[in-house]
């Protein structure tokens, strides 16, 4: 089903729309982000084609992107050349692509791997990226934040091809099944002597992911140090939630750096955000306050949290988690 | 091993602690009278060039900013971090919206005038937050990127990078000549010393403008409009955990 929609304001060529998403995977299932991204994408009107590069894995996760409904053919590129999904090596595929088929509109997560490696492929194709977007109002305007969500923006672009990063928060996730697209080898002669991947060093957890989870507790500089994050992570077993954390207890090395929530690190909205020792910093604030229910502890009163939050607690976290760890549990 | 030359870029930004208001004409944010700062990223780009120059690794560092006669004071203020030189691109009357492709199409022109082994630059600009220029760069110089970078370590013109990922941590090498992207936790940036902020006033500026570059920065992209988020209003305090988990039960978050 394909919409033509013709802007006669944009000096674009009044070409359909036609998208291009970036499957972010990691060899053996598409990232949830991902079906946010083809929501966002099949907003623009116009087939919606799927891309996924790697190393290993790659036809197993086009089989799996060619069943999300929205998608109407996915592309798999796989060679040793793209290990690790090095930005040199995939853009090369990415504008391979692109200039065998002329897409006007290539998407991405709003993720760190989506924004490191479509600003490239902007520079290459003299086209001005669009970060993080949270809304489409036609093939040509977006909305984005900036000012660490603290103002809205409404951009139009006049490249001839747009070039955009969606932050999933703000789009529903395509369903996981229904679709049936076909899927195509692509075979790009990628040769990158400039950059290597060495390795990965994923944090490993049975917890749900922070970027998806429904329910997510976060911990501040009032956990005072690593060790104490350990009835967070206890709390969120009860309650089948992800940890997070503010940028103060991931600089002071409380916990590793993917658990940043906020303006520079991960932006989550949850259906419950629990912000434990968390004071409520304007950066933190832009990672969180699209969470539906905000609940905030902290034993100061006048804490920032307590202007966002839906429930507060003014109490010790020291005291306060551990007899919800108990409630809980007694429920 | 004479050292690397390495280009920092830096931008003057509102303050992170600034409270921003939009303008009344909705098409951008109240700037007049307003506290600036250099963009906390940026602090850290110059602080890792700072460090590169102590441990000999760098031998020259010089700093690049765009943007209006103000600029300088941020250029200064790096060069009291501990930058040999600055360049001042100074934005003319209409170039205000300087945006990323244009930012990295001024820097691509100062790397071909300075040729420099690294180009170091913040992850993201706190204003605009987009987290784009150095990957722009990167591409029009078809030179290897290192974005988000928590670690860097410099080895016979290999660089070796650490960064920050949604799922961890990944390590990285490029070779130079190479743009990387300053995250938050690269290093902790020295504040600039009285003695240092004299010291930095005999340092050079040049200035040039946009024109003399010859680099187009016509923007790409045209605001239609800037406007408040929607408030979230406070909600209400509960007087201990047993009222807590009953409301977090009444909504159904607990299972």
């Known amino acids: 089903m394909l919409r033509c929609v013709r802007k006669l304001a944009t000096p674009s060529i009044g070409r359909c729309a036609s998208t291009l998403v970036l499957v972010e995977h990691n060899g053996a299932a598409v990232n949830p982000a991902t079906l946010h991204t083809i929501t966002a994408a099949n907003k623009l009107g116009g087939p919606v084609h799927a891309l996924v590069v790697g190393d290993s894995g790659c036809q197993e996760v086009a089989a799996a992107a060619s069943q999300i409904p929205g998608v109407e053919k996915v592309l798999v590129s796989e060679s040793s050349a793209l290990k690790g999904q090095i930005s040199e090596a ?21 993720t760190v791997f989506g ?46 091809v ?37 390795e990965a060093k994923i944090s490993k957890s049975d917890r749900p992911e922070l970027a998806s989870a429904n329910i997510v507790i976060s911990g501040g500089r009032g956990l005072k140090n690593g060790e104490n994050f350990e009835m967070l992570y206890t709390l969120a077993d009860k309650m089948g939630a992800a940890v997070g954390a503010s940028r103060a207890a991931v600089d002071a090395g409380y916990v590793p750096s993917d658990l940043q929530v906020g303006q520079t690190g991960k932006m989550i909205a949850p259906d419950l955000y629990i912000a434990v020792g968390i004071s409520g910093a304007i950066q933190h604030l832009a990672g969180m306050k699209d969470s ?34 108990e409630g809980i549990e007694q429920q | 091993m004479s050292g690397l030359r390495v280009l920092v870029g830096c931008k003057r930004v509102i303050d992170y602690a600034v409270k921003i208001r939009v303008r009344p004409d909705h098409l951008g944010v109240v700037t007049d009278g307003v506290k600036h700062s250099m963009n906390p990223f940026d602090e850290n780009a110059v602080e890792e060039a700072v460090r590169m120059k102590q441990k000999k690794v760098a031998k020259e ?83 290897p990127q290192g974005t988000m970078a928590s670690v860097l370590e410099h080895s016979d013109g290999v ?62 992209l045209k605001v239609q409009n800037v406007v408040d988020p929607p408030v979230r209003e406070a909600g209400d305090k509960v007087p201990d955990v047993s009222v807590l988990i009953e409301k977090m039960k009444e909504k159904g978050h607990l299972k």
């Open chain 1, 292 to 325: 539906k229910t905000i609940v905030a502890i902290n034993k100061d009163g006048e804490a920032p949290i307590f202007q966002v939050s839906d429930y507060g607690l003014v109490d010790d976290l020291f005291k306060a988690v551990p007899e919800m760890i």
């Open chain 2, 61 to 143: 560092i010089i700093v690049a900013s765009c943007g209006p006669t103000q600029s300088q004071e941020t250029i200064r203020t790096a060069l009291a971090m501990g930058a040999d030189r600055g360049i001042h691109v100074e934005l003319a009357k209409g170039e205000e919206d300087l945006q990323p492709l244009a930012v990295a199409k001024v820097f691509a022109k100062l790397v071909e005038k300075e040729k420099p082994d690294l180009v170091i630059l913040g992850k993201q600009a706190i204003d605009d937050d987009s987290n784009q220029t150095t990957q722009l760069l990167a591409g029009l110089l078809d030179w």
């Open chain 1, 90 to 110: 995939v853009s090369a595929v990415i504008l391979d692509v692109q200039a065998k088929n002329n897409y006007s509109h290539i998407l991405a997560n709003g």
């Open chain 2, 159 to 220: 660089l070796k990078i650490t960064r920050e990922i949604d799922g961890g941590l990944e390590d990285i090498s490029v070779k130079l000549p190479a743009v990387v992207s300053a995250d938050l936790r690269l290093n902790e940036p020295r504040y600039a010393t009285l003695p240092n902020i004299m010291k930095a006033k005999k340092k050079k500026i040049e200035k040039m403008s946009v024109a003399d570059i010859g680099v187009d920065v016509t923007p790409r």
């Open chain 1, 162 to 198: 747009k070039i955009v990063t969606v932050r999933s928060t703000a789009f529903e996730a395509a369903p996981s099944e229904g679709g049936s697209a076909a899927t195509e080898t692509v075979e790009v002669d990628v040769s990158n002597d400039k950059s290597e991947f060495i």
């Open chain 1, 115 to 160: 924004k490191n490696i479509l600003p490239r492929i902007g520079a290459k194709l003299d086209v001005a990226p669009i970060s993080d977007i949270i809304g489409v109002q036609s093939e040509d305007t977006f909305v984005r934040t900036i000012y660490a969500g603290n103002a809205i923006q409404t951009i139009q672009s006049i490249d001839p």
